[in-house]
């Protein structure tokens, strides 16, 4: 299998889908505390492993 | 090179590099805009070639182009629809949602300032001015919103059917305001989406501007990548065009002289018919799959041209309808079938209340999202949409109507919970390789799981009609 990239784009890749996203958003409320009632949900933030360690690293600003 | 590629790089073509250059040297992009004139041409966005053309001449001032040029034709092709020819009450209506439209983008542009009450609940505040304004037209007797003499009543309608049209778009626009991107977007970007040339429904097919712009092309060649795909879908458009001309010619053919192949019905004329006489069953469980077929495949058709018009502007967009038939789970066909419905029903209800409620209970938060989304938020998205027909007429679609699509909602919703739970129970648990006849099975399953629930949602839906036909379908008489 060819190895994911940091920029590779999950949800486009077929990679994650909807479900999996919803696992997603529960792991960084559990793991990082983000709560994302204060700014919703944007999908583009959660569509590649560096949008989402993008996402983290503001929340943590 | 195995015939299984061959077809691969054919149905494929738009990933093949050689093409992409190709296709930005004079020849090919001649050939390109041939093509594309080809297949738009007998269809309403025939207009929107050159302004494909100029977006692609002049990409610094694609935002202008298609703003001015695709508003301007949505302005002049829905207010002929609402029967405004004066060019006083033209311009009137224009500025008024227009307006309306920048009073909205500078609310958003001032999100960190607003009440706290609105800036925790913007979609409500907006749900709630439009409400508000319905009900100040209620001021107005039903007479004076027809009456081509009382121009301002008429007009003000107008503005407010077009407020019920584009207020999940501004949905969209709040949205912008409240992640803070919209300090860097200027109104006329907005305008992109909240004037929609391609596509005549409510729903914002590329989202709102912050997905759009996640999704602009960067490059030349990348803008060409993205334009052989929009030709992709357009060729796909005619396509299955044509097949629904078959599918006519073979089932559904009303011409005098050409009687059809097998006579089958769809769906509000089979249920029409069965109050008088029970056709077979075969005309029966034909007429429902057939027919749900059929109704896939022209949603998937108007998706193709509209997302594909979007690509030949430079937007490298999600397909709105993708392989639906081929789903073996209910949740995999309502991801594939209607994309940026979904999407909406998503951003708009299942997040907000995913967020919001049973933070500790994973079954109960995806119940009460998948309900509020699929249900009540599909529900109240189809009430939204008959508002027109309310402030033009004057008549509620009857109770009815919508008691009948609050049953499809609301068993749609069920069923979809039910599918998330099944997918979630098999995440982790090694990939078994089914064999073809259980795929057929599990593909039949969710054909007919779909074909039987629009028996309560089609143009002259009524409940107790609707659910009686079904019983008697099984033999149950009432």
Redesign the interface.
């Known amino acids: 299998m060819d190895r994911i990239t940091d920029n590779d784009g999950l949800i486009k890749s077929g990679l994650i889908d909807s479900l999996a996203m919803l696992e997603i958003i529960a792991f960084l409320e559990s793991r990082f505390g983000i709560d994302f009632s204060e700014t919703g949900v944007d999908p583009v933030d959660l569509e590649s492993i560096q949008k989402i360690l993008d996402l983290i690293d503001r929340y943590k600003q | 090179m195995t015939l299984q590629n061959q077809v691969r790089r054919l149905t494929q073509f738009h990933e093949e590099p050689s093409l992409h250059a190709w296709s930005i040297t004079s020849v090919g992009n001649f050939s390109l805009w041939l093509i594309v004139l080809l297949i738009l041409f007998q269809t309403e966005y025939l207009f929107l070639v050159p302004l494909m053309v100029l977006a692609q001449i002049f990409p610094q001032h694609r935002t202008w182009i298609m703003t001015v040029g695709g508003g301007g034709l949505f302005l002049f092709k829905k207010l002929n629809q609402l029967q405004v020819t004066s060019p006083f009450w033209f311009a009137f209506d224009t500025l008024m949602i227009v307006g309306f439209l920048y009073l909205f983008y500078r609310i958003a542009k001032s999100f960190a300032k607003l009440p706290k009450i609105i800036k925790n609940h913007p979609q409500l505040f907006l749900h709630a001015l439009l409400w508000v304004g319905i009900g100040l037209m209620f001021l107005f007797p039903a007479e004076a919103r027809r009456d081509p003499s009382r121009m301002l009543a008429l007009n003000l309608t107008a503005c407010l059917v077009f407020f019920a049209f584009l207020i999940w778009r501004i949905g969209f626009m709040l949205?912008s305001g409240?992640?803070g991107t919209i300090k860097q977007q200027g109104f006329v970007e907005h305008l992109i989406y909240c004037l929609p040339y391609l596509g005549s429904s409510q729903v914002p097919y590329g989202k709102g501007l912050?997905?759009l712009n996640?999704k602009r092309s960067t490059d030349r060649l990348e803008l060409a990548r993205i334009q052989l795909a929009g030709l992709k879908l357009l060729l796909l458009a005619s396509i299955w065009e044509l097949a629904l001309t078959v599918v006519d010619a073979a089932f559904f053919s009303t011409a005098v002289d050409a009687e059809p192949l097998f006579r089958l019905h769809h769906i509000s004329e089979l249920i029409a018919i069965s109050t008088l006489h029970m056709p077979g069953p075969v005309t029966i469980w034909g007429s429902l799959i057939v027919d749900m077929v059929y109704e896939t495949t022209q949603l998937a058709i108007t998706g193709h041209l509209i997302i594909g018009c979007l690509r030949l502007f430079g937007f490298n967009l999600?397909r709105n309808t993708y392989k639906p038939l081929l789903a073996r789970t209910l949740?995999d066909f309502w991801?594939r079938y209607y994309f940026y419905f979904k999407e909406l029903l998503?951003d708009f209800f299942f997040?907000?209340v995913?967020?919001?409620v049973f933070?500790h209970h994973?079954k109960l938060r995806?119940f009460a999202a998948t309900m509020a989304s699929a249900c009540l938020g599909n529900l109240y998205y189809h009430v939204l949409q008959h508002f027109d027909l309310l402030m033009i007429t004057g008549n509620l679609p009857s109770f009815a109507r919508f008691s009948s699509y609050l049953f499809y909602s609301f068993v749609l919703g069920l069923a979809i919970f039910v599918s998330?739970l099944r997918?979630?129970n098999q995440?982790g648990q090694p990939h078994v390789q089914h064999s073809i006849w259980v795929t057929l099975r599990k593909i039949a399953g969710v054909w007919i799981f779909f074909a039987l629930l629009r028996i309560w949602d089609h143009s002259s839906s009524a409940f107790m009609q609707d659910t009686t036909f079904f019983l008697a379908i099984f033999g149950i008489r009432l």
């Open positions: 949205y409240k992640r912050d997905y996640s999600f949740i991801n998503v997040f907000p995913y967020l919001a933070k994973p995806i998330i997918e979630q995440r």
